[in-house]
C-alpha cells in the first residue's frame, strides 16, 4: 500500500510547492534543476510564479488539490517561508490535505518540530550519495527517529542511481515508513553532468537513463534487489512525466472547462475561435452556452465552428488545444476554412 502523499500525487492531486531554488548539496551530479529553477529566490505552485499567498490558493483551487508537496533547492533552508506556506495552506483546507516535503539535510529536531506544527504530515529525506551504504549510525538514522517524535511520517525519497540494501534495513527497523526511488533521469539541467558521470539515454526514451553497467540496466539492478519490499516504491520516469502530468492537467481541465470546452486525452482543452462579428451567432439562433464573445474574437465550440465554415455561416476559424494552466500555453492551433 503507497503513502497518502504518493497516492494523491498518482491521481495528479498534489500541488507543486517549490519555496527556494538554494541548496548548499551543490555537488550532487544527478540534481535535475533546470537554470530557471537553480540558485533562484522564486516561489513556485505548479509553474506559476507566486507574488501573493492569494497565488497558490488560486493555483491550488485551479487543480482542486488534495495536497501539496513541498520542495526546492532545500526548503529546510528557507524554514519561515517553507512554514508559513505549509500554514497557508492547512488553515485554508483543513487536516486532510496531505502535506509532504522534500529535504537533503537532516535539519534537525528544532525544524522537525516546527515543521510539524506548521502542518507538514511527511518528510521524505535524500541522504547524500557518497554515504548511501554507511548511514547507520549517523545524524541520518537519528533524524528518522526524531522526526517520528515530532509527529512526522519519516521516510526516504532516492534518485534509482544503484540498489542499496540499507534502505530496507531501516524499513525492516521501523526507523522509515517506506522509501521510493525514483528512475534515474537526464534532464535539461543535469545532462551534461550526466553524461561525464557515464551514463546515457535508454534507447526510446526522453529521460529514463541507461545506466553503466553492461551486464544489466540501473532499473533491472534496483527491481532485483530492492522490488520485492513492501515498503519500496519504483516510480518510473513514464508514469511521473505522463500519468502524474497528465491527470494534474486532467484535474485543472475539469475545474476550468466551460460549457463548450472538450477536455483531450491529454488534459488539455479544445475550443474553436473565430473572428466573426458576435451578431452573426445572434443572426443564427446560436443558443448562448456553445460560445462566448471577447474583446477581438469569438470563442465557440470546436465542433460547432467546423459545421458553420462548413455550411458557409462562417468564413474561416481555428481549433484551439490549450493547457488549463494559469498563463494558458496553447498547444496547437489548427485553421477552419
Avoid at 168 to 178: H, K, M, Q, S, V
Avoid at 277 to 299: A, I, Q, S
Amino acid at each position: 500500500m503507497q503513502s497518502e502523499g504518493c497516492e494523491q500525487c498518482a491521481k495528479g492531486g498534489k500541488l507543486v510547492l517549490f519555496v527556494y531554488g538554494y541548496c548548499d548539496q551543490r555537488d550532487c551530479f544527478y540534481c535535475p534543476l533546470g537554470e530557471n529553477r537553480k540558485n533562484v529566490d522564486q516561489v513556485y505552485a505548479n509553474e506559476r510564479p507566486v507574488e501573493s499567498d492569494s497565488d497558490v490558493l488560486e493555483e491550488a483551487e485551479r487543480m482542486d488539490a488534495l495536497g501539496a508537496s513541498v520542495t526546492g533547492g532545500e526548503p529546510q533552508e528557507a524554514m519561515g517561508r517553507t512554514t508559513r506556506y505549509l500554514s497557508l495552506l492547512k488553515d485554508e483546507y483543513g487536516e486532510d490535505f496531505h502535506t509532504h516535503l522534500y529535504t537533503g539535510i537532516t535539519g534537525g529536531r528544532e525544524n522537525m518540530r516546527r515543521l510539524s506544527e506548521a502542518g507538514l504530515d511527511e518528510i521524505r529525506f535524500h541522504p547524500p550519495y557518497e554515504q548511501w551504504g554507511d548511514l547507520h549510525g549517523t545524524e541520518w538514522e537519528e533524524i528518522l527517529y526524531v522526526a517520528r517524535e515530532e509527529g512526522l511520517t519519516p521516510a526516504f525519497e532516492i534518485p534509482g542511481i544503484r540498489p542499496e540494501p540499507e534502505f530496507l534495513d531501516f524499513l525492516d527497523e521501523g526507523a522509515a515508513d517506506f522509501c521510493n526511488i525514483n528512475e534515474f533521469e537526464m534532464s535539461h539541467g543535469n545532462f551534461r553532468r550526466m553524461q561525464e558521470q557515464g551514463y546515457e539515454l535508454r534507447e526510446g526514451h526522453m529521460s529514463a537513463v541507461e545506466g553503466v553497467d553492461a551486464e544489466r540496466s540501473t532499473r533491472e539492478a534496483i527491481l532485483d534487489e530492492m522490488g520485492d519490499h513492501e515498503r519500496v516504491y519504483f516510480c518510473t520516469s513514464v508514469f511521473k512525466d505522463a500519468a502524474q502530468h497528465r491527470r494534474r492537467l486532467k484535474r485543472m481541465a475539469r475545474t476550468l472547462r466551460r460549457p463548450f470546452d472538450d477536455i483531450t486525452d491529454d488534459g488539455t482543452l479544445l475550443y474553436g475561435k473565430t473572428w466573426a462579428e458576435p451578431e452573426r451567432f445572434e443572426e443564427l439562433g446560436v443558443p448562448e452556452e456553445f460560445y462566448t464573445v471577447k474583446t477581438d474574437h469569438v470563442e465557440v465550440a470546436w465542433w460547432l465552428l467546423e459545421e458553420m465554415v462548413d455550411e458557409g455561416d462562417l468564413d474561416e476559424g481555428e481549433i484551439v488545444e490549450q493547457e488549463p494552466t494559469y498563463d494558458g500555453t496553447v498547444v496547437e492551433r489548427t485553421p477552419v476554412v
